[in-house]
C-alpha cells in the first residue's frame, strides 16, 4: 500500500503565504510525477502544479508568478509554497502521485486533502 499525507493547510488573508507539504510512504520503488490540486465548492478538481522526478515543473496559469513547486526525492515529499494568495485560491488541495510500486507495478495515488481558505 501507498499513503499520501498533507498538511500545511490553514487560513490566510489575501496576500498572505502558505506552505503545503505532502509525504508519501509505503511500498515504494520510485515515485515519478508528483503534483497538487484543487478543488473548490461547485467546481472540478483541477492541476494547480505538478513536478517530474527530474525536476521539470509546471503551473496552472492563475498560480503562474505565484506558487512554486518542488520535491525532496530522497525523503519522498513534495511541498506547494504558496505566496500572494488570493480569496479565489481557496479550495481543498490534494497531492498526488505517480507510485512504481516494489513490486515494480504503477498506481497513481492521492491523499485525503488539506483546506485551503484565504480571506478578503
Known amino acids: 500500500q501507498v499513503q499520501l499525507v498533507e498538511s500545511g493547510g490553514g487560513l490566510v488573508q489575501a496576500g498572505g503565504s502558505l506552505r503545503l507539504s505532502c509525504a508519501a510512504s509505503?511500498?515504494?520503488?520510485?515515485?515519478?510525477?508528483m503534483g497538487w490540486y484543487r478543488q473548490a465548492p461547485g467546481k472540478q478538481r483541477e492541476l494547480v502544479a505538478s513536478?517530474?522526478?527530474?525536476?521539470?515543473?509546471n503551473y496552472a496559469d492563475s498560480v503562474k508568478g505565484r506558487f512554486t513547486i518542488s520535491r525532496d526525492n530522497a525523503k519522498k515529499m513534495v511541498y506547494l509554497q504558496m505566496n500572494s494568495l488570493k480569496p479565489e485560491d481557496t479550495a481543498v488541495y490534494y497531492c498526488n502521485a505517480l507510485v512504481v510500486s516494489l513490486y515494480r507495478s504503477q498506481g497513481s495515488y492521492w491523499g485525503q486533502g488539506t483546506q485551503v481558505t484565504v480571506s478578503s
Open positions: 513536478i517530474t522526478s527530474g525536476g521539470t515543473t
Open positions: 509505503g511500498i515504494i520503488f520510485s515515485i515519478n510525477d
